[in-house]
């Protein structure tokens, strides 16, 4: 993952979500607070034939 990341020719993907971990049996000592908040990521690799190169055309996008 790191060499893949690290060729920049990969889109990132990120979700963030919440998950509410309910116990079953309340005790005192544990915390009421039970929402999770997490974040998940995926790598896609580009598929192809896509360089480098055809990635530089922000200013291009941005002219437009």
């Known amino acids: 993952l790191q060499y893949l990341g690290q060729t920049l020719l990969v889109v990132y993907a990120y979700d963030n979500f919440d998950i509410n971990l309910k116990s079953t049996?309340?005790?005192?000592?544990?915390?009421?607070?039970?929402?999770?908040?997490?974040?998940?990521?995926?790598?896609?690799?580009?598929?192809?034939?896509?360089?480098?190169d055809d990635l530089k055309c922000s200013y291009e996008l941005w002219r437009k």
Do not use: D, Y
Request: net charge positive; proline share 7%; charged share 15%.
């Open 25 to 52: 049996i309340p005790t005192a000592e544990k915390s009421t607070n039970t929402l999770k908040h997490l974040t998940s990521g995926l790598l896609f690799p580009l598929q192809h034939g896509v360089t480098r």
